[in-house]
């Protein structure tokens, strides 16, 4: 959901990286954060639980250009993927005018990588956002790793479509870069092209139940990780080989310009007042929701107190 600010002629956009547990969502983040040549960012924030974090940060990357005459901000999320927390995966994807679905390329994740685009999807319909039409980009992580699925193999699993697929090692920094550019681009795309995402036909929207369980399975948590001093870090491996030339992704530099795309054209007409509805419905769903949070905190804190 484009937000417009006229008081500081801005135009945000919200782009969500979303997978399977420890596919490298916030591994993604974090190098997009560090990069020397992407100004203009705000603080992170960062919401941790024992296996993933929920990340957030934005920033307003100058070689955008306007829309309209207005300036691009661009917000990031990342969302936890472990089955268990749903409803935090529903909240933070409202709004959103992008996706990036990490894929893990190991061939023990494919289950896994299949039902979280399959999660994906139903949660973008909850939210009223049009799986079809939504800005969308598929990353293949976990190139480097011995015996990593193929392409054509993850493409044909995946079913991709028209959404743009680009293979990655987050933890070294390749293909991040491009992956980040291509969803952006697919954004702007749309607001040039007046693409409505949304599905205006759908139930109206209610808060989520924070009190659903769902059991999780090793392949939905991925590889383990181990708590250090330093913070949670992937468990130690053996070394990889070299990765086959079917498997060798082209190398994307972090020092690169993040984009290569400007936007002068002038946008899409847009909808203030729906937006306002979209962004109140969100407020609403968030205050019932942390309610529901502290009423669970209470009833805990007096358990513990007997």
Excluded: W
Excluded at 60 to 66: A, F, I, R
Excluded at 194 to 221: E, I
Aim: charged content about 25%; hydrophobic content about 40%.
């Amino acid at each position: 959901m484009v937000l417009i600010n006229k008081a500081i002629n801005e135009v945000t956009v919200k782009l969500v990286y979303y997978g399977p547990g420890l596919c490298g969502k916030t591994t993604n983040l974090e190098k997009i954060y560090g990069n020397p040549k992407l100004e203009n960012k705000g603080k992170m924030i960062s919401m941790s639980t024992e296996t993933d974090r929920t990340l957030f940060f934005d920033f307003m990357p100058m070689e955008l250009g306007t829309i309209n005459g207005q300036k691009v901000r661009v917000q990031l999320y990342t969302v936890p993927g472990q089955v268990f927390y749903d409803a935090t995966r529903k909240l933070v994807l409202r709004g959103a005018d992008g996706v990036v679905f990490v894929a893990d390329s190991q061939p023990s994740m494919r289950d896994s990588n299949i039902d979280s685009l399959e999660n994906l999807r139903t949660n973008l319909r909850l939210n009223r956002i049009d799986p079809e039409k939504v800005a969308l980009v598929i990353q293949l992580n976990k190139r480097d790793i011995a015996g990593a699925d193929s392409v054509e193999t993850m493409k044909g699993y995946l079913q991709p479509g028209n959404a743009p697929v680009v293979e990655a090692s987050a933890i070294t920094g390749t293909g991040v870069t491009a992956t980040l550019r291509a969803a952006i681009t697919r954004i702007l795309e749309n607001l040039k092209n007046n693409v409505d995402t949304m599905l205006t036909d759908a139930a109206p929207l209610s808060a989520p139940d924070m009190s659903a369980r769902a059991g999780a399975t090793q392949a939905s948590a991925g590889t383990p990780k181990v708590r250090t001093e330093a913070g949670i870090r992937p468990a130690a491996s053996a070394p990889a080989p070299a990765p086959t030339p079917e498997q060798a992704p082209v190398a994307v530099h972090d020092d690169e310009d993040p984009f290569g795309v400007s936007v002068t054209e002038d946008g899409p007409a847009i909808d203030v007042e729906a937006m306002l509805v979209e962004a109140r419905d969100l407020v609403r769903a968030l205050e019932i929701t942390l309610e529901k949070a502290r009423a669970h905190e209470r009833g805990l804190a007096a358990k513990a107190k007997r």
